[in-house]
């Protein structure tokens, strides 16, 4: 039984990815960003077994270090809580400005956003999904693992960038198919302060 009292803003990520399943909490994911919200999306990583996403559900996060054996629990969290996330069921999804990483950004005006993906020679990653505050607004071949997406909204608007496949990553995982998400990149139209499309969750 659902339970106002149990209800917070008070959260710092949601996750978005459960052995590879999206379809069911990626809708709500989007529907936080357009009300104001702006959680960490992750991936589980966790696996039962070999057959349950084991080296494929993924959380990719922006650290500045030089080297894997330098990370630290605290580089983690510090993260985790800047936001700029890449859950992902397979794929290492890059969205850049300028050659900078964009995912949890906010940009002024028109942007014009590089989308590259890195991935095993095993799976194949074909399309790029374009969803304007909440809303699956165009999708875009990819050429080379590259494609560029042009932000430019009439007014503020939030933008999820999402990858997937026509086809499944056999042998490895037959019959499963390579998704990936990256946070939200938020265009701010006139300078004045990103304002969400949506009014703030409140539950009576």
Request: net charge negative.
């Amino acid at each position: 039984i659902a339970k106002s009292t149990h209800w917070s803003t008070n959260f710092d990520a949601v996750e978005v990815l459960n052995d590879g399943g999206y379809n069911r909490v990626f809708p709500y994911y989007l529907d936080l960003l357009n009300r104001g919200l702006n959680p960490t999306p992750v991936g589980v990583s966790d696996s039962h077994d070999h057959y349950e996403g084991m080296g494929v559900n993924r959380t990719w996060i922006p650290m500045n270090v030089s080297s894997a054996a330098d990370i630290t629990n605290n580089d983690v969290r510090a993260g985790m809580i800047g936001g700029g996330s890449v859950a992902s069921f397979g794929p290492l999804l890059v969205p850049t400005v300028e050659g900078v990483w964009a995912p949890g950004q906010t940009y002024v005006g028109p942007t014009d956003l590089n989308v590259a993906v890195r991935t095993p020679s095993w799976m194949v990653v074909d399309t790029v999904h374009v969803f304007q505050n909440g809303t699956e607004i165009e999708t875009i071949a990819l050429e080379a693992n590259n494609a560029s997406v042009r932000l430019a909204p009439e007014s503020d608007a939030v933008y999820v960038i999402t990858v997937s496949s026509s086809t499944d990553m056999a042998p490895v995982y037959p019959g499963k198919r390579p998704w990936a998400l990256a946070q939200g990149i938020f265009v701010d139209v006139e300078g004045d302060g990103w304002t969400p499309p949506l009014p703030a969750l409140i539950v009576d």
